[in-house]
Each structure stands twice: as structure tokens, then as C-alpha cells.
């Protein structure tokens, strides 16, 4: 069965940091890009990160470049990607989904981040909310 799963949300003050993570099972990330997207209540999905598993390529929305960081684990190839934020800020609270989309031929934060991109699988999402 192929399954996103993404993990490490949870309450944080602002000014803290927090690494997510999104775990693939099922399938291999080697021909995908991995994107984080987030939406909080009321407001439309946003994309905030991507990074193509096999070269490492990293994309950033303008808004979060700084303070996300999206990488791999160079050491073994786990299928898992992960997301720091840091530092936290209120304005993050949100749901974070993890998106998988192959193949990973466009270099364009453009087209990876976009709230109209359909990829081909999703998680579940796990819940980000940052206290003032």
C-alpha cells in the first residue's frame, strides 16, 4: 500500500524550532519531488517547500525562505524528508501536508509550490500551532 505519513507537529512557542517529517512506505522517493504544503483555518493551501529526492534540488516560497529548511538523509537513503522551521512564528500555525509528484523534471519553485498542483500522493497532514 502506498502511504505518505508525516510526523513531528505539535504545540510550540514562537521563537522555538520544529523538524517534520514525512516518511514514504510503499513506493521510493528516488523519482519524485517532495513538497510541504500547509493551510490554516480559513485560508487556502499554500506551498511552502520541495526538494527533488534525487539530486536534492530545494525549492522555497519567498515567505518562508530563511527559516524553512527542507533536506534528505544523505547518510541512508531512509525515504524520508524532513522540514525545520526555525524560528517558529505565529503566522505558521497550520495543518502541514507532505506531496509526492513524479517525475521531478521541472525546476521551477513556481511549479512545485503551486496551490493547483495535484500530486500524486498525499498524507494525512500533522498539526503545526505556535504560541504568541
Known amino acids: 500500500e502506498v502511504q505518505l505519513v508525516e510526523s513531528g507537529g505539535g504545540l510550540v512557542q514562537a521563537g522555538g524550532s520544529l523538524t517534520l517529517s514525512c516518511a514514504a512506505s510503499?513506493?521510493?522517493?528516488?523519482?519524485?519531488?517532495i513538497a510541504w504544503f500547509r493551510q490554516a483555518p480559513g485560508k487556502e493551501r499554500e506551498g511552502v517547500s520541495a526538494?527533488?529526492?534525487?539530486?536534492?534540488?530545494?525549492?522555497?516560497a519567498d515567505s518562508v525562505k530563511g527559516r524553512f529548511t527542507i533536506f534528505r538523509d544523505n547518510a541512508t537513503n531512509t525515504n524520508t524528508v524532513y522540514l525545520r522551521v526555525n524560528p517558529l512564528k505565529p503566522e505558521d500555525t497550520a495543518v502541514y501536508y507532505c506531496?509526492?509528484?513524479?517525475?521531478?523534471?521541472?525546476?521551477?519553485?513556481?511549479?512545485?509550490?503551486?496551490?493547483?498542483?495535484?500530486?500524486?500522493?498525499w498524507g494525512q497532514g500533522t498539526q503545526v500551532t505556535v504560541s504568541s
Open positions: 510503499g513506493f521510493s522517493f528516488d523519482d519524485y519531488v
Open positions: 526538494i527533488a529526492y534525487s539530486d536534492g534540488t530545494t525549492y522555497y
Open positions: 506531496g509526492a509528484e513524479s517525475p521531478p523534471f521541472i525546476a521551477s519553485a513556481f511549479y512545485w509550490l503551486s496551490n493547483k498542483r495535484q500530486y500524486d500522493y
